[in-house]
């Protein structure tokens, strides 16, 4: 079983839309959430961190649920800029970082 | 600042032949650094893990007599690539790591490997 599972999309919305989704981890000795965002054959860059009370930034909210062990990401008012393939990541007690394979995410005009 | 370089960004090799690829922290001094492998439309893959002056540490399945890492100061660790094969061909990522800790990790731009 992976450590981290997405739904890799695609996801098509408008401009304007709002998109959402969510990943699981299995490990629930994580101990740091992160989204990172990867544009096509580029390095993945840290989008946010994520934190149980839920955190915003800017036009991106994202939440985890250790209960549940699962972490979620809402985009809105999605911009051209934003399409790219997001990426859930934790960290374990060995400060290692584990990647899911991505959510794609593509905005129209 | 919290800038990472790799070198090549793109090679095409002869199978059979050694790639070395180089990671360095330029503004910066890494006490760990950390070697990745992305397949297409995969999840980024830990490779191993090395800290300057130690032997590196590879995750499960990883061949370390293939893949060569050497960290020599704390702003430069390689991989090298021995007797690539086309089955090695992947992006591969290094990331800097300034400390334990959350938020630490900073990704190099990658290098595309292809085999022929």
């Known amino acids: 079983r992976k450590e981290v599972e997405q739904d890799p999309g695609p996801f098509n919305v408008p401009e304007g839309a709002t998109v959402a989704f969510n990943c699981t981890y299995s490990?629930?000795?994580?101990?740091?959430f992160f989204w990172y965002r990867q544009d096509c054959r580029k390095e993945p860059k840290l989008l946010m961190s994520?934190?149980?009370s839920g955190n915003e930034d800017g036009r991106f909210t994202a939440q985890l649920n250790r209960a549940s062990q699962y972490i979620s990401l809402l985009i809105r008012d999605s911009k051209l800029s934003d399409s790219a393939t997001y990426l859930c990541?934790?960290?374990?007690?060995?400060?290692?970082?584990?990647f899911g394979a991505g959510t794609t995410v593509t905005v129209r005009a | 600042g919290a800038v990472v370089s790799q070198h090549p960004s793109r090679v095409i090799c002869k199978s059979g032949t050694s790639v070395k690829i180089e990671c360095r922290s330029l503004?910066?001094?890494?006490?760990?650094m950390f070697w990745y492998r992305q397949f297409p439309k995969k999840s980024l893959m830990l490779m191993a893990t090395?800290?300057?002056?130690?032997?590196?540490?590879?995750e499960q399945g990883v061949e370390k007599d293939k893949f060569l890492i050497n960290h020599a100061s704390l702003t430069l660790s390689t991989l090298t690539v021995t007797s690539a094969h086309p089955e090695d061909s992947s992006f591969y990522i290094c990331?800097?790591?300034?400390?334990?800790?959350?938020?630490?990790?900073?990704f190099g731009p990658g290098t595309r490997l292809t085999v022929l």
């Open positions: 990541v934790t960290e374990g007690r060995d400060y290692k970082l584990s």
């Open positions: 990331s800097a790591s300034t400390g334990p800790g959350p938020d630490t990790q900073y």
């Open positions: 503004d910066f001094q890494a006490t760990t």
């Open positions: 090395s800290n300057e002056g130690s032997k590196a540490t590879y």
């Open positions: 994520v934190y149980s």
């Open positions: 490990n629930s000795a994580s101990q740091s």
